[in-house]
């Protein structure tokens, strides 16, 4: 995918959400943190390296190839993280990100169906859905 | 490439673009047509047809391995759901008193003819 | 034995957590084993500052997958942290189980959630691993809401106030969050691991050959942002009076004690460990924002009727001064600020605890409806003041030592404005909180009502034992200091050579 | 020749989408976005199946079945609350 | 024992006696003031004890080991000035404790009364005998404490309030200052003790050329100035009056407040010599002096005058502790040491006396008193001695060190000459000239004149024994004193001025030396002061007038008007700074998010956006990105909250098509079973929320608003952009090792899943744990709503 | 318990379609695990007539007479409506009707509604409370009764056929 | 109340739903799955029921206690990671067997997988959970 049209998304994304969130209506709050919510995991999805195709589940057909990728850290001798070899291509799309992704949306699912729940009770406690007036603790 | 991969290709193929082609006249009735029911009949049938119709293709392509009874899975699933829905769906918007269009004839289900569209 | 602990500290009260849900209603039972669980998390913890203080650095590869997969260390800063949440959070356990109310919290989530809370804490000074410290927030965070809920006998807050509170605290922490998020993504973006001592090294790399990408000065500055927010730091600080004086006194004394710490723990470990380079741009900044949050949380404090809202204030005045002494950034300093931030824990979190049951025990929250307890519950008073004595800076509690090695460090190392305003705000600090001491416990006694009646509604042996043991913390690192003092200086060293920290994470064998 | 289908095919289905898209922004009642949405599901499940008819990768088609089986559940939970004003 | 173990002992067993006081209590019965009493015994025999050895001009010393780290250690120094302030706490202490055994009532809470007396006086050793700062400043504070408490000893009353927290807030408020300042002498000296230091003329030499030397000086005299209530500080004095009367006799009169001197002596040898220490010190002592020596006149309290009086005679000492030149540091050291012992042997005997006055006459007010003579003759004639020292009468002590302090002030004049030569003298015979009015007042408006009978009680007589005997003997001892001076110089004045002025001493005082200057300046200040007593009410009434109708003129008005107003206006503050609605406090943190974003663009060297970015688009991205960015402004724009909720559903199913499209089937299945979750908890939401509000956004908030919007998504753009150009060479991902070790190392295929519940399981952990908190938190939420119905 | 059984067996072989892999051992599998969910959510199922095995094999031709049917109904259905819809202008007489119908099963009714609505230019709006009335939705109603004859000939027949 | 037709899908429905959730969950290591996304499907299907048969109906057949089965899921996570301990290894720390099993074959046995299941009755627990009090609210 075009990075830079992804980018110009989260980064839309970002701006209409937060646009959202600086309204006075409730819901609206909460849709806005949920579109904050798509932009950060796009952000985090976007992140990986790039450069694979296929989806990162190895199937019979996609035989193991060796590809002498180092592993072990060996500090003393500058040996910090997998060592590429030169030539070597990322068959699959970087998973690392997908499982971080999948951690974050999972998490803003929690986070938001509580903040959901939590914007009922805001109504019924203060009998408007306008945040602007949600203001007993002031001062 | 022998004849019978050569008439299963084209005709997954075939199954394929039909479906999509289906599919995307659906669509369009979507955006033609001019009530929400009227749009269901679109959405629901041709929907329903373009997506079985890439089923099969796949079925066709792959045989029966688990890629085709995932896809002739995914072909019932959306045959028995899709109904439903669509049931659910124009009950809710008859009860929810979304009017028939104004081109309608008759309505036999309840007196909410040619209402005010704009209702929400 | 000493290898597990890390996780241990964490695993524990997740897995206990679930072990109370099955537990419902049988009190007794949940009392003695939380207190159990409480004590053994204590007990390992002290086990593990000891042996870390011993024998250096613990890592503790999970699942054994070494910077692969995730990992807990736990270096001095780490495990004195988790110290500090363990004895808090173990006493104020002790308090719940007789503050809380019965029905609707204690045989409800409370048990759960507190667990979990602790969990999310340790979680939060163990890891070793940038994500892995998002999670840990959003489980300190979630819990903390459930928490705030609940209800407690001397806990006079409307349920209009604790949702309202809520509300804005968790939509300020989403978006917080979010930030915390986009800034992990895009140092995984340019470093390609998560690993913090893996990402330090690198960045290290990148700084040493010249080629250190911009925006990782961006990323370093938004998480200031994430731990800012944590930490209450002005303008970041809004929520904090709303929210802490909504929960219920052993909440609050574990938001306000611990919770509120996480944010300069964050600052310490990020900041020093993998933007060692940046602290040339963060130092500056937090040093501003921490005198203006200083000055706000005690002028505002001043004005408040409402107990536990000037507590909060307070609060956030004196995480000021913590974050003062980051700002500074010596190396005194920054042991100062470690040595302000256990003293105001152990002080704020006594106080805390003490306000809930001077709220019962008075029955209201208006301080101006209070007086005369010192005839009714003495201990009360008596605790009530160290805690004032201990916030204000006065000897010999450990708020004097503390407060004495921030104004020390920073005149050493030449702030000498910033120590001057720090200064002026704590004599505000003594006068607020030594008004509001008479004013709650000298005077007479307000309401019509008998001494009987308050009398009756003095802190039971069980919170009386909590409360004792926090004031034994608070005099006793007042009386004697030195092995707190000695810790700091230890964490400051390992703070600002992160050498050893990085060796032992990535000198491990991965399977 | 996979990709070139595969672009075609896309476009297509993208080009699908945009009816669907239009009835959620525009409406006019509030059925007729809900249809636009139970559409937009369907149009996405006909684009699992190209994925993985041009991929022949099965994995697209677990996503398929999924979407098929729960956007159902949406629409009915919706429709329930437009008919009835309750969900449970 | 050794001498250490004496001081250290002396400090410390006021402090365990008084821990172990409730212990005892039951045992102790009526007795408990004696058992005080003892304690103080104990400590004054243990420092007398050790008075032969400082009195030979020797210095005790020692520490225990307390903070290695900062190497301060619990360090004690006895020398003269600390012996002697040693035995006046201790001495004084004893008197104190003995005449409260007559005192206080037995109804009173007399173990807390006790105890926090047995705690001052230990703070109050402690402090004289500290060596090191810090230690000094933390005994300091203690004895602010214990003064507090004392204050406010009768604790519902709220005049006790009032001075309590006034002098808390001025003592120990003033210490922090005082604080910095010893900090600051430690970053010039590179030390906090100060014994050594005071042994050090190269670091003292250092330290008066330091361009800090007058911060530091001006912070220390704060904390001295605020202890000893002198300049604008001494307002805190009247108040502290509130006490029991043996308290304001023992803290506010004899010990405490002089702490502020001893703590001039104890640096005297580090600062003075300076043009900044005489007119700081001595230019506070005048002013104070001559202001409350004066104030005094309006006082009608007897308790009010003494207070007064004790602000005006501790001025004395600050002047005379400031008047040094470089030629001569030192000139009025030894008037002022004498006159510091002198002064606590008097004043405490009037503050006894008024104690005995107000416990017979159930009054304190003046006007009410009078002609008492006949009726306590005992108690007269003590009142009478030490009032007449206080003037200056021979052959009292006080005539002694009020002789010195005028030769002192004329020797100061004549040093600096010009306009001084008569000023300094002439301001100090104007406090004398005070001294004696208010002294005669005190006399006269109790004992002599007309016995008042509508105020008084019917039978009035002198007190118990207890009452008197404390009372006499410190009579007897400026009777003493003032006869036979040469003991009390060489034993303690002496040695005490040794350890100011850090040399070899002799002094000689006597009773008569002839008729010198001062005599006549005596003289003179007798006949001025009859002149003045005459008009003393009538200057009182017209102070009266005057702060009637200039209320600013009292420092008191600004005291309150700060501390009332501070209330209200942190109460406005507050409210400007919390207004209660969540967005301000959005706002602020999207903005500094902003701000932050912003600062490393200054940085920037080479591109803010990176060069090579590509807009090659391929159409179908185009359109699903296009959608979705639709899709969020349809949620953003569509009012109602259905549907902007099938807005915000599309929009996740576009999400999702993004992971697909990027090859994500697990993150795909995810992210649209999370939104049907979230829709389905949406409706159920909405079920319970009637849509009654609609927001109109008026166009300031639009374009303020749209800004701000449009400011936070350009950060993350840049941000985003930057970040879009993948992992800086030569790291690599970690994803490599999961790919190429899922299937040996974990046995899974799906590499994503193999990160979840494998490699990264912990975070799995974490993330199911905040999905149980969820649940939690959502049922706390529901059931905290269902309560209260 | 036998009702229970039949099902079990008839999700053995759904299990082996979500699974993606037609095999005896899975579909052993599928049928056991099927059983054991099943106990729990029996209570759905109490109100539905016992089916007996055999009767169930005996239908399996008239229920691929049904799907053949079905299938050609759609294909034609859909074929309609797109000409409708690829029509510049859109010339429909669209209304619901009511039609009677004789299925009296809820698997009957269910599965008639949803042919219905798979079927070319009709859409099952809704089953009237006594169960014997559906309302129609036709988009383009020449003749209603001619609907109602062809629904009646066309799919319930199929329906009752195969599914009462 | 909803109509037969929507009943009867339902009850069709939902045991595929739940089948399919279970297969997810079993097939989520090697394929797209796990205990999440089996988790959320059961959910899904459990909440169809809810919203087509509606909750008091449910409440009649019976009162399910989801917090216990969440609770349960995060003691079989959390025991996954203590049985490694057992073993004198690493929290969390995996192992996979391959078991040849007569008739069926090889078949991998993954410690991981006993951790997905914990998962699984976290998710379909938790959401449940929030469904059902939320739903139950007056
Ligand atoms: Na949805
Ligand atoms: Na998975």
């Known amino acids: 995918m075009n990075n830079t049209l992804l980018s110009i998304t989260i980064a839309l994304l970002f701006g209409i959400g937060t646009f959202m969130i600086l309204r006075k209506d409730i819901i609206k709050i909460v849709l806005g943190m949920t579109i904050l919510s798509h932009s950060a995991n796009l952000l985090i999805f976007s992140s990986g390296i790039t450069g694979g195709k296929t989806v990162p589940i190895i199937t019979e057909e996609i035989a193991q190839h060796t590809t002498g990728i180092i592993f072990t850290d060996d500090l003393v001798n500058g040996i910090l993280a997998p060592i590429v070899p030169e030539g070597t291509e990322m068959l699959f799309v970087d998973p690392m990100v997908q499982a971080l992704t999948l951690t974050a949306i999972v998490i803003s699912l929690a986070t938001t169906s509580f903040l959901l729940i939590l914007s009922y009770r805001v109504y019924k406690e203060h009998n408007t859905t306008d945040v602007s007036k949600v203001r007993r603790l002031r001062g | 490439m022998t004849d019978y991969e050569m008439i299963r290709n084209i005709l997954s193929f075939s199954f394929f673009a039909g479906g999509m082609i289906f599919l995307f006249l659906g669509m369009l009735g979507l955006l033609r047509l001019p009530d929400v029911y009227n749009r269901l009949h679109a959405t629901t049938k041709i929907g329903i047809l373009g997506a079985f119709g890439v089923m099969l293709g796949i079925v066709m392509k792959v045989g029966f391995n688990s890629m085709g009874i995932k896809a002739i899975t995914v072909g019932m699933f959306l045959m028995l759901t899709a109904p439903m829905a669509a049931h659910m769906m124009s009950r809710a918007a008859h009860r929810h008193g979304v009017g028939l269009c104004k081109e309608s004839i008759v309505d036999e289900y309840g007196q909410s003819y040619y209402k005010d569209q704009e209702k929400e | 034995m000493y290898h597990n602990i890390p996780i241990l500290l964490v695993a524990v009260p997740i897995f206990f957590a679930a072990i109370t849900v099955f537990l419902r209603s049988r009190f007794k039972l949940q009392k003695a084993l939380n207190t159990t669980v409480f004590a053994g998390l204590f007990i390992m913890s002290l086990a593990l500052l000891l042996h870390v203080w011993e024998n250096g650095i613990v890592v503790y590869e999970v699942g054994e997958w070494g910077k692969y997969g995730i990992i807990l260390v736990a270096d001095l800063l780490g495990s004195g942290m988790v110290v500090l949440s363990s004895f808090i959070s173990m006493m104020a356990m002790i308090y719940g189980q007789d503050y809380m109310d019965k029905e609707t919290a204690l045989d409800t989530t409370f048990f759960p959630l507190f667990n979990i809370m602790v969990a999310g804490l340790n979680g939060i000074f163990l890891t070793g691993d940038l994500f892995n410290l998002f999670v840990f927030f959003e489980v300190l965070v979630m819990a903390s809401c459930g928490l705030i809920v609940l209800t407690g006998r001397g806990d006079h807050t409307p349920m209009l106030y604790k949702i309202e509170a809520i509300f804005k605290y968790l939509v300020l922490n989403m978006f917080s969050i979010i930030v915390m998020l986009t800034a992990i993504a895009s140092l995984y973006a340019t470093v390609g691991t998560l690993n913090m001592a893996d990402i330090s090294v690198k960045l290290a790399q990148l700084s040493a050959a010249g080629t250190m990408p911009w925006h990782v000065y961006m990323i370093a500055l938004m998480f200031i942002v994430v731990f800012g927010y944590k930490a209450a730091m002005f303008p970041l600080h809004f929520w904090l009076a709303d929210v802490h004086p909504s929960a219920p006194a052993p909440i609050h004394a574990m938001l306000s004690g611990m919770v509120i710490k996480v944010g300069i723990y964050g600052i310490l470990r990020i900041h020093y460990l993998i933007f060692p380079d940046v602290l040339f741009l963060t130092r500056p900044i937090i040093l501003i924002l921490s005198l203006v949050t200083i000055g706000v949380g005690a002028a505002s404090a001043i004005g408040q009727y409402d107990l536990k809202r000037m507590l909060a204030y307070s609060s956030v005045s004196q995480i000021g001064y913590v974050l003062l002494g980051v700002g500074m950034g010596s190396v005194y300093t920054t042991t100062a600020a470690l040595m302000y931030l256990v003293n105001h824990a152990m002080a704020k979190s006594m106080l805390f605890l003490a306000t809930g049951e001077t709220l019962y025990h008075a029955g209201t929250k208006d301080i101006r409806k209070m007086g005369g307890f010192i005839r009714t519950s003495p201990f009360l008073a008596t605790i009530f003041l160290m805690g004032s004595m201990s916030i204000a800076g006065l000897p010999p509690m450990g708020g004097f030592i503390a407060k004495f090695v921030v104004f020390d460090s920073g005149l050493e190392a030449g702030f000498y404005a910033p120590v001057a305003i720090a200064l002026l705000f704590a004599i505000f600090t003594l006068f607020y909180l030594f008004r509001t001491w008479m004013t709650i416990f000298w005077g007479e006694l307000k309401e019509p009502e008998n001494e009987s009646d308050f009398i009756a509604r003095s802190p039971t042996p069980q919170i009386k034992v909590a409360l004792a043991l926090l004031a034994v913390a608070v005099i006793f690192f007042g009386v004697y200091p030195e092995p707190l003092f000695a810790l700091a200086s230890e964490i400051t060293a390992q703070l600002f050579d992160p050498q050893p920290y990085i060796d032992a994470v990535l000198g491990g064998q991965v399977r | ?88 | 024992m050794d001498n250490f173990t004496a001081i250290a002992l002396a400090v410390f067993l006021p402090f365990a006696l008084a821990f172990v006081l409730p212990l005892v209590e039951k045992l102790l019965k009526g007795y408990i003031g004696w058992y005080a009493f003892s304690v103080a015994l104990l400590s004054f025999g243990l420092i007398a004890w050790v008075l032969p050895v400082i009195s030979d001009g020797d210095t005790i010393q020692g520490s225990i080991r307390w903070l290695p780290s900062l190497s301060i250690d619990l360090s004690f120094y006895a020398d003269g000035l600390s012996t002697m302030f040693g035995l006046i706490v201790s001495g004084i202490g004893m008197m104190i404790l003995w005449y409260s055994n007559g005192y206080m009532s037995k109804k009173e809470d007399l173990p807390r009364y006790y105890q926090q007396l047995l705690f001052f006086m230990g703070a109050m050793l402690g402090m004289v005998f500290s060596a090191n700062t810090l230690q000094l400043f933390i005994f300091w504070e203690l004895t602010s404490i214990t003064s507090f408490m004392l204050i406010g000893y009768w604790r519902n009353k709220p005049a006790s309030i009032y001075g309590a927290t006034k002098s808390l807030l001025l003592t120990a408020g003033g210490g922090l200052f005082m604080l910095a300042g010893f900090i600051l002498l430690r970053s010039i000296t590179g030390s906090f003790e100060l014994a050594t230091l005071l042994h050090d003329p190269a670091a003292i030499a250092s330290l008066k050329t330091d361009p800090l030397f007058l911060t530091t000086l001006i912070l220390i005299i704060i904390g001295a100035a605020a202890k000893s209530a002198q300049g604008p500080f001494y307002i805190w004095l009247p108040n502290a009056m509130e006490a029991p009367t043996p308290v304001s006799g023992f803290l506010h009169s004899a010990t405490m407040v002089k702490a502020g001197i001893y703590l001039l002596a104890r640096i005297h040898p580090l600062f003075s010599g300076t043009e900044a220490w005489f007119i700081i010190v001595s230019g506070l002592g005048i002013f104070t002096m001559l202001l409350a020596g004066f104030l005094a006149f309006r006082q009608t309290d007897i308790k009010a005058i003494l207070a007064y009086s004790t602000i005006s005679q501790l001025a004395y000492m600050f002047t005379m502790y400031g008047y040094t030149t470089y030629h001569e540091p030192g000139i009025g050291v030894a008037a002022a040491t004498f006159h510091l012992l002198n002064h606590a042997t008097f004043k405490a005997c009037l503050f006894l006396v008024a104690g005995i006055v107000a416990h017979e006459a159930a009054t304190r007010d003046i006007r009410k008193l009078g002609g008492l003579r006949k009726e306590m003759p005992i108690t007269f004639i003590i009142a009478t001695i030490a009032a007449l020292s206080m003037i200056g009468i021979p052959p009292l002590n006080g005539f002694l060190s009020k002789e010195m302090f005028y030769e002192t002030s004329l020797e100061m004049g004549h040093l600096l000459g010009g306009v001084f030569t008569y000023l300094i003298p002439a301001a100090a015979l104007l406090g004398g000239v005070f001294t004696f009015a208010y002294s005669v007042k005190f006399i006269d408006g109790i004992f002599l004149g007309e016995r008042k009978k509508e105020h008084l009680p019917e039978h009035i007589h002198d007190p118990s024994f207890n009452m008197l005997a404390p009372a006499g003997l410190l009579a007897g001892l400026v009777v003493l004193i003032g006869l036979f001076p040469s003991v009390a110089v060489h034993y303690l004045i002496e040695p005490a001025t040794e350890g100011i002025l850090l040399e070899n001493v002799d002094l000689h005082v006597k009773l008569w030396h002839g008729f010198t200057t001062p005599l006549i300046m005596t003289i003179i200040t007798l006949i001025l002061g009859i002149l003045v007593y005459t008009k003393y009410d009538d200057i009182g009434e017209r102070q009266d007038k005057m702060n009637v109708r200039y209320p600013w003129l009292s420092i008191n008005y600004f005291y309150d008007m700060i501390v009332d107003g501070a209330k209200n206006k942190s109460s406005v503050f507050a409210a400007f700074m919390q207004p209660g609605p969540v967005k301000p406090y959005l706002v602020s943190l999207i903005v500094l998010f902003i701000v932050l974003g912003a600062i490393p663009t200054f940085f920037v060297t080479a591109t803010l956006i990176p060069a090579n970015l590509n807009f090659n688009i391929p159409l179908y991205e185009g359109i699903i990105l296009g959608l979705v960015i639709i899709s969020a402004i349809a949620t953003a724009v569509l009012r109602k909250y259905l549907q902007a909720v099938i807005a915000v559903s599309a929009l996740g199913y576009l999400v999702s098509l993004i992971y697909i499209y990027l090859q994500a089937p697990d993150l795909a299945i995810t992210q649209i079973l999370v939104e049907t979750l979230f829709t389905i908890i949406f409706v159920l939401v909405i079920v319970k929320i009637p849509q009654t509000f609609k927001e109109t956004i008026s166009t300031p908030v639009m374009i303020k608003d749209l800004t701000i919007s449009a400011a936070v998504a350009l950060t993350v753009l840049v941000l985003s952009l930057n970040v879009n150009q993948g992992i800086v060479a030569p790291f690599e991902s970690l994803s490599y090792y999961f790919i190429e070790n899922s299937v040996s190392l974990a046995a899974g295929h799906n590499i994503v899943n193999v990160i979840l519940v494998d490699f990264r399981a912990y975070d799995t952990l974490g993330e199911i744990v905040v999905l149980c908190l969820a649940a939690f938190g959502v049922s706390n939420l529901i059931k905290s709503g269902v309560e209260r119905k | 318990m036998k009702k229970l059984f039949v099902y079990s067996i008839d999700l053995g072989i759904v299990w082996c379609f979500v699974s993606g892999n037609i095999s005896i051992i899975n579909f052993l599998f599928g049928a056991i695990i099927s059983y054991l969910l099943l106990r729990p959510l029996r209570a759905l199922y109490d109100n539905i007539t016992d089916d007996s095995l055999e009767v169930l094999i005996l239908k399996i031709p008239s229920l691929m007479r049904y799907f053949m049917k079905l299938a050609i109904e759609i294909l034609k259905a859909s074929i309609a409506v797109a000409k409708i819809i690829i029509q510049p202008t859109i010339n429909i007489k669209p209304g619901i009707i009511s039609v009677p119908i004789r299925a009296k099963t809820d698997l009957g009714i269910t599965t008639l509604s949803n042919t219905i609505t798979l079927t070319p230019g009709t859409l099952t709006v809704d089953v009237s409370d006594d169960r014997s009335i559906l309302y129609v939705h036709c988009i383009d109603i020449d003749d209603a009764d001619e609907i109602r004859e062809s629904i009646r000939e066309e799919l319930e027949d199929y329906v009752l056929e195969a599914f009462e | 109340m909803t109509t037969l037709i929507a009943k009867t899908v339902t009850k069709a429905c939902v045991p595929i739903a739940i089948l399919f959730s279970i297969s997810l969950l079993l097939a989520g290591h090697n394929n797209p799955g796990g205990g999440f996304i089996g988790g959320v499907m059961f959910a899904s299907a459990i909440s169809l029921v809810y919203v087509v048969f509606g909750l008091d109906y449910i409440m009649s057949i019976c009162n399910c206690k989801w917090e216990k089965f969440f609770a349960l899921g995060l003691i079989i996570s959390a025991s996954t990671g203590f049985g490694a301990i057992l073993f004198g290894h690493n929290f969390l720390r995996s192992t996979f067997m391959e078991l040849h099993i007569p008739l069926i074959g090889e078949i991998e046995l993954v410690s991981a997988g006993i951790f997905d299941i914990g998962v699984y009755f976290v998710v379909f627990g938790s959401i449940l959970y929030i469904f059902k009090s939320t739903g139950d609210d007056e």
């Open chain 4, 1 to 88: 020749m996979n990709i070139g289908i595969l672009q075609v095919a896309m476009v297509f289905m993208a080009l699908a989408m945009i009816p669907c898209m239009y009835r959620i922004l525009v409406g006019p009642t509030i059925l007729d976005r809900v249809v636009g949405l139970d559409a937009m599901t369907t149009v996405m499940v006909v684009m699992l199946g190209v994925y993985s008819f041009v991929h022949e990768s099965v994995f697209f088609l677990d996503v398929a079945l999924v979407l098929s089986i729960i956007s159902f559940l949406g629409t009915v939970a919706i429709s329930k609350y437009l008919d009835e004003g309750v969900v449970f």
